[in-house]
């Protein structure tokens, strides 16, 4: 089969490689699409140290079922999927809990982090276990059906944040209030998984203009430049005075990570969907004396039905952040691209040419 494969950080070759066989339990699907993630991008270098030459990335992925391995009884050749980019034993504490996501046999596709190496989906076909796959509805696009995976990670993100209206009779009329920092890929995925959960008014904030317009359009109440003086005091001000309930951060940097505490009320929410630096400061007495909960989140734990579907009703739109649809083969020109600053793309899809 033919793939693109990182052989040397940020060097790519795309060529034969070994076609995979589905074991047992497992099936074998022709990718038809697969997104390039911001986390292949940042990886591609070796300074996240997931990405350890020579791999196979790609975990955005859907295709079509071409074989089926013994033991397989719910799929068939033909049938149409996406599938978790994490490949989880069901077994662990973790995975009986419904944490999938925090399973300690885990292994995510696309990634060499030392530990193991899971070749992913920017090839022609990939081996698979049943469990992790879902089916697609026959008129959902497969470049749409890509955005799954970053669509059930939003989705996992806004779960983790309680409705303060869901738990607090009293509180029915007043309004539900978010800030999303960082209007990136996963950034206008949570501001519109929100809106798709009820939250009544989300601000965006993020450094790109154009980004925070298309927020407006996407549903944002309003989006603000991160350059702004002053920025944390007005969203305290639009959160009534004393801030919002929840904030997402989903950059993963220092002044971010601070500015999401910053706009919270007291006993409000900060959830942390970005990780760019492994490391960030961040005010431990705002935290502490305004009794604000921070809450990491971690890929998606059963999200993905609901992806799917609101990708399909549109009630999560993903059709505006689709930059570019590109064969396989000029894959290593668009990661080349996706790094340049300013390069206006949101996100790339790759399609095998087979």
């Known amino acids: 089969m033919k793939a693109l494969t990182l052989v040397a950080p940020s060097t790519f070759e ?12 497992e099936v074998l699907v022709d990718i038809k699409a697969c997104g390039i993630c911001g986390s292949d991008l940042h990886g591609m270098d070796g300074r996240s140290g997931r990405r350890i030459p020579p791999i196979i990335m790609g975990h955005e992925a859907a295709g079509e079922i071409s074989a089926v391995g013994e ?39 696309g990634v060499s982090c030392g530990d193991y190496r899971r070749h992913g989906c920017f090839a022609d076909q990939v081996a698979l ?33 309680p ?26 995925l949570v501001l519109q998984a929100l809106k798709a959960r009820g939250w009544n008014r989300v601000y965006a904030v993020d450094l ?11 549903g944002a109440e309003d989006a603000f430049n991160a350059k702004e003086e002053g920025l944390a005091a007005k969203l305290r001000e639009l959160g009534g005075g004393d801030g919002v309930d929840a904030s997402f951060e989903v950059v993963g ?17 900060v959830v942390l969907v970005g990780n760019l630096q492994p490391n960030v400061p961040f005010p431990l007495q705002e935290v502490v004396t305004r009794q604000i909960t921070l809450r990491g989140s971690c890929a ?22 689709l930059s570019v649809v590109a064969p396989l083969s000029e894959g290593g020109d668009w990661f080349h691209k996706g790094v340049q600053p300013g390069n206006g793309l949101l996100k790339v899809v790759l399609t095998p040419e087979a």
């Open 14 to 25: 795309f060529g034969d490689a070994p076609a995979p066989q589905p074991q047992q339990g």
């Open 71 to 109: 033991g397989v009884t719910d799929w068939k050749v033909g049938d149409r999927v996406t599938f978790d980019s994490t490949e989880y034993c069901g077994n662990c504490p973790d995975c009986k809990a419904g944490n999938v996501n925090l399973c300690k046999n885990r292994k995510v596709l």
């Open 129 to 161: 276990p049943q469990h992790i796959l879902y089916r697609l509805p026959d008129g959902l696009a497969y470049e749409k059906a890509a955005f799954a995976e970053p669509v059930s990670i939003a989705l996992h993100a806004v779960n983790l944040a």
């Open 163 to 188: 409705r303060p209206n869901a738990h607090s009779p009293a509180l029915t009329t007043r309004q539900e209030m978010a800030v999303v920092v960082g209007a990136g890929l996963i950034g206008l």
């Open 208 to 218: 790109d203009d154009s980004r925070l317009a298309l927020a407006k359009q996407l």
């Open 253 to 269: 940097a220092a002044a971010p990570v601070d500015l999401a505490i910053r706009s919270v009320r007291k006993g409000g929410t």
């Open 300 to 321: 998606c734990a059963g999200e993905y039905p609901e992806a799917i579907e609101r990708i399909e009703d549109g009630t999560i739109q993903v059709l505006p952040l």
